[in-house]
Structures are given as C-alpha cells and as structure tokens.
Nanobody, 119 residues
Framework: QVQLVESGGGLVQPGGSLRLSCAAS????????MGWYRQAPGEQRELVAA???????NLADSVKGRFTISRDNAKNTVYLQMNSLKPEDTAIYSC?????????????WGQGTQVTVSS
C-alpha cells in the first residue's frame, strides 16, 4: 500500500514563508513526476508546481519567483518552498506522484494540507 503523507501547512502572515513536504512510502520501484496542486474554496484544483525524476520543473505563472519545488529521490520526498506568500495563496495543498508499483504505474494523492495566509 503506497501512501503520500504531507506536512508543513499552517497559518502565516502575508509576506511569510512555509515549506511543505510530501513523503511517499510503501513498496515503490520508481517515482516519475511529483507535483503540488491546490484548491481554494469555490475554485477548481490547479497545478502549482511539478518536478520530474531528473529534476526538470514546471511552475504556475502565479507562483514563479516565489515558490520553489525540489525533491530528494533517496527519501521519495518532494518539497514546496513558498516565500512571499499572499492571501490568494490560501488553499488546500495536495501532492501527487506517478509511482511504479507491483501492478504498474499508478497515480497517488496525499490527504492535503491547509495553507492559510492572513494577517
């Protein structure tokens, strides 16, 4: 059973920083793309950032220059460093990973972590 467990969310003031982590555990042969999505109340879920196994990254225009995605392949973990946070970054952030397991490649989601940016 593969699980993605996120941590690092919380309440932060505008201009502040948070670092999200997402660790994959279970019987994992390989992980391809890992990414972070977010969903604000009343909005559709959107891709925030993604990173491939070789380190290529893709960030949404709204977070470029403020957020950084990275990963530690040895730990099966992806990180999202969020700086200069704005109230509009408030959302539930969920990680996603494309993982090779016994049955083949599968997509997995974490449970989500709340990020609230407010004074």
């Amino acid at each position: 059973q593969v699980q993605l467990v996120e941590s690092g969310g919380g309440l932060v003031q505008p201009g502040g920083s948070l670092r999200l982590s997402c660790a994959a555990s279970g019987i994992i042969f390989s992980i391809n793309t890992m990414g972070w999505y977010r969903q604000a109340p009343g909005e559709q879920r959107e891709l925030v950032a993604a990173i491939t196994s070789d380190g290529s990254t893709n960030l949404a225009d709204s977070v470029k220059g403020r957020f950084t995605i990275s990963r530690d392949n040895a730990k099966n973990t992806v990180y999202l460093q969020m700086n200069s946070l704005k109230p509009e970054d408030t959302a539930i952030y969920s990680c996603n990973a494309h993982i090779l397991v016994v049955g083949g490649w599968r997509g997995y989601w974490g449970q989500g972590t709340q990020v609230t940016v407010s004074s």
